[in-house]
């Protein structure tokens, strides 16, 4: 697996730390329809892209009650890892179009790690925003841009080729 493999699934951690739902939605909208490898496939029909985003947006309007389960909670953190580690590892698989489960493993690894990373980084954020005496949703709509920004940039085109990854993923 590429340093531009470990990058993305480390942003897309990052991300998923702050919203579990946003970092697979930025995945499905780049996945082609007709995507042929999985895990990437999964993600890549209309419907499936439709609820990961329906999923993303209700998620940025939900997490500003405050009956949210904290992300730090096995309720919270649990998503979090899960989804980090399967959009990445369908990233991973459009981008290398490749099907090597090695390149998979490593990608949702990075991801779950970094996912946790960034629970931790977002409970400590918003923990700030408060003891300043702002209004909860100030940090809260900040660390959305942040998600989204983070997410976004996990899942821009660019470099290095498919044949890069290939080389990365079938090396011994």
């Known amino acids: 697996m590429?340093?531009?493999?470990?990058?993305?699934?480390?942003?897309?951690?990052?991300?998923?730390?702050?919203?579990?739902?946003?970092p697979l939605a930025a995945v499905a909208l780049t996945i082609p329809a007709g995507e042929q490898h999985r895990p990437a496939a999964w993600?890549?029909?209309?419907r499936a892209t439709g609820l990961a985003v329906l999923a993303a947006v209700a998620e940025l309007g939900l997490d500003k009650w405050p009956s949210a389960p904290s992300r730090l909670s096995v309720a919270g953190l649990l998503p979090r890892v899960v989804l980090r580690g399967w959009a990445a590892a369908?990233?991973?698989?459009?981008?290398?179009?490749?099907?090597?489960?090695?390149?998979?493993?490593?990608?949702?690894?990075?991801?779950?790690?970094t996912a946790v990373a960034g629970a931790v980084a977002g409970a400590r954020w918003r923990g700030a925003v408060h003891d300043r005496g702002l209004p909860g949703w100030v940090g809260a709509v900040l660390e959305d841009a942040v998600v989204v920004a983070l997410s976004a940039a996990a899942c821009r085109?660019?470099?290095?080729?498919?044949?890069?990854?290939?080389?990365?993923a079938t090396a011994p």
Do not use: M
């Open 2 to 22: 590429g340093r531009d493999a470990w990058y993305r699934a480390a942003l897309l951690g990052v991300a998923g730390g702050g919203r579990s739902q946003s």
């Open 90 to 113: 369908a990233l991973a698989a459009h981008r290398t179009q490749s099907e090597h489960r090695r390149v998979w493993a490593l990608s949702a690894g990075v991801a779950g790690v």
């Open 157 to 168: 085109p660019g470099h290095p080729t498919v044949t890069e990854h290939r080389n990365d």
């Open 43 to 46: 993600l890549a029909s209309e």
